[in-house]
């Protein structure tokens, strides 16, 4: 089945120590994005990819990073987590608007804890 | 700007009795509207969404909603809730944004059904 995959599903970092979180489709979906997630909230959007064009938003910290090798993997880097990034992250696909297929795929997550 | 508001943070609701969770957007073109389902620990999965077209929509699990121009509502409803139906419940609205779709999600609406 067509899919997007996290890896890992949980991530333990300690204070300061950078993490990187991945994400691959096999949906050949030409937008990937990355949410945050904390408790009892709607998901953030941190930033997204259209294709190889990276697009921030405006409120995302400079801490938060992303590389998008290829069609199908995306990764999420955390330059210097603090206590306030713990979380849950998730990853995303969709056609672009052009496609008229307005939905997006979410991953199952990957859940940060930072100690 | 787009907008989405969710009435009631937390409903509960017995087995078996209607499930209505209340959605609210706002949006200064055509929506394009969604429900979303996350289970604990999990990502987002698509219930059902309203792009054009017919008004009542069916979604997975037995849920539908109403698109309500005249209102501006977009309610989530399901006959006879079951235990399984226990989860967190997120409206959204599409923001066009150059070539993708910026998802507008609720706070969200977390549903508790009790035998």
């Known amino acids: 089945d067509a899919m997007v995959i996290q890896n890992p599903r949980y991530q333990v970092t300690q204070f300061g120590k950078p993490v990187t979180l991945s994400c691959s489709q096999t949906?050949?979906?030409?937008?990937m994005y990355w949410y945050q997630q904390k408790s009892s909230q709607a998901p953030k959007l941190l930033f997204h990819?259209?294709?190889?064009?990276?697009?921030n938003e405006a409120d995302t910290p400079d801490n938060f990073q992303s590389r998008r090798p290829n069609t199908s993997f995306c990764f999420l880097d955390i330059r210097s987590p603090g206590l306030g990034d713990a979380a849950m992250y998730l990853c995303?696909?969709?056609?672009?608007?052009?496609?008229?297929?307005?939905?997006?795929?979410f991953g199952p997550g990957t859940r940060l804890t930072v100690t | 700007a787009q907008s989405v508001t969710q009435l009631g943070s937390h409903v509960s609701v017995s087995e078996g009795a209607l499930v209505l969770l209340r959605c609210n957007y706002s949006s200064s073109v055509p929506p394009y509207l969604f429900w979303y389902v996350q289970y604990p620990n999990q990502g987002l999965q698509l219930l059902l969404k309203y792009t054009t077209g017919a008004t009542l929509v069916k979604g997975i699990n037995g849920f539908e909603a109403e698109f309500k121009k005249s209102e501006t509502s977009f309610h989530l409803t399901k006959p006879s809730a079951h235990m399984s139906d226990a989860a967190e419940y997120f409206c959204a609205v599409i923001q066009p944004s150059g070539g993708y779709n910026k998802l507008i999600f609720g706070a969200g609406t977390r549903l508790a059904v009790h035998p």
């Open positions: 995303a696909t969709s056609r672009d608007r052009a496609a008229g297929l307005y939905e997006q795929y």
């Open positions: 949906l050949n979906h030409n937008v």
């Open positions: 990819y259209y294709d190889k064009d990276f697009n």
